[in-house]
């Protein structure tokens, strides 16, 4: 649980798209966001307790699609928030995104989460060396509901947090650092996936 915690709540991907969502579309949307996301951890993480890391760990192929798309989702979101920093009316909410539907913010949260190798290695390792060989059904059902748990909480604490007005207003007085923030940030994390080798 302390190594769920510790991997959800620190900053990467997920954490700075939930906290850029949530400060330009508002709280719904972040919290609909959040909600992506956390059903992506839940997936990979049903996924990993059933065996589904091993799987994908001997077909490396599989990895390597999920690779990819990652890297270019995050370079996309790079793009938007480089072209946002640049761009003179920086200060003002971006109209594309306070316009986004909570399905839409969902999707974009879950497809930001399933297309994560960093998860896909994360859980793989959580079950594969934090559970034990003899562990049951009922404990590996136990600790997917503790993680999903943990990480909704805390992943939509983050929507709730950089959706309050203060944050807000900060973010407003300094978007263009903000943004120019979240476009190295995605950029690091797109080209680190996208030139990273998987080690056999």
């Given at each position: 649980?302390l190594?769920a915690f510790?991997?959800?709540?620190?900053?990467?991907?997920?954490?700075m798209?939930?906290a850029g969502t949530?400060?330009?579309?508002?709280r719904?949307?972040?919290?609909?966001?959040?909600?992506?996301v956390?059903t992506g951890?839940?997936?990979?993480?049903?996924?990993a307790?059933?065996g589904?890391s091993?799987v994908?760990l001997?077909?490396?192929?599989?990895?390597e699609?999920?690779?990819?798309c990652?890297?270019?989702?995050?370079?996309y979101?790079?793009?938007k928030s480089?072209?946002?920093?640049?761009?003179?009316?920086?200060?003002?909410m971006?109209a594309?995104l306070?316009?986004?539907?909570?399905?839409r913010?969902y999707a974009?949260?879950l497809?930001l989460?399933?297309?994560n190798?960093?998860?896909?290695?994360?859980?793989?390792s959580?079950y594969?060396f934090g559970?034990?060989a003899n562990?049951?059904?009922g404990?590996l059902?136990?600790i997917?509901v503790?993680?999903?748990i943990?990480s909704a909480l805390?992943?939509?604490?983050?929507?709730i947090l950089?959706?309050?007005p203060?944050?807000?207003?900060g973010y407003?007085k300094?978007?263009?650092?903000?943004?120019?923030?979240?476009a190295?940030a995605?950029?690091y994390a797109?080209?680190t996936?996208l030139?990273?080798?998987?080690?056999?």
């Open positions: 649980m190594a510790i991997a959800t709540a620190s900053p990467g991907p997920a954490v798209a939930i949530s400060m330009r579309a508002g719904r949307t972040g919290l609909a966001f959040a909600s992506g956390s951890s839940v997936t990979w993480s049903v996924g307790a059933a589904l091993a994908m001997a077909n490396a192929w599989l990895i699609v999920i690779r990819w990652g890297a270019l989702y995050l370079l979101l790079a793009f480089a072209r946002a920093a640049i761009k003179p009316a920086a200060g003002l971006p594309g306070t316009a986004a539907t909570a399905r913010a974009r949260g497809a989460h399933l297309t190798p960093k998860a896909i290695l994360f859980f793989g959580l594969s559970v034990p562990a049951t059904v404990d059902a136990l997917v503790c993680v999903g943990q805390v992943l939509h604490g983050y929507a950089f959706s309050n203060a944050v807000v207003r407003l300094l978007s263009r650092w903000f943004e120019a923030a979240f190295a995605f950029g797109g080209v996936i030139t990273a080798k998987l080690q056999a």
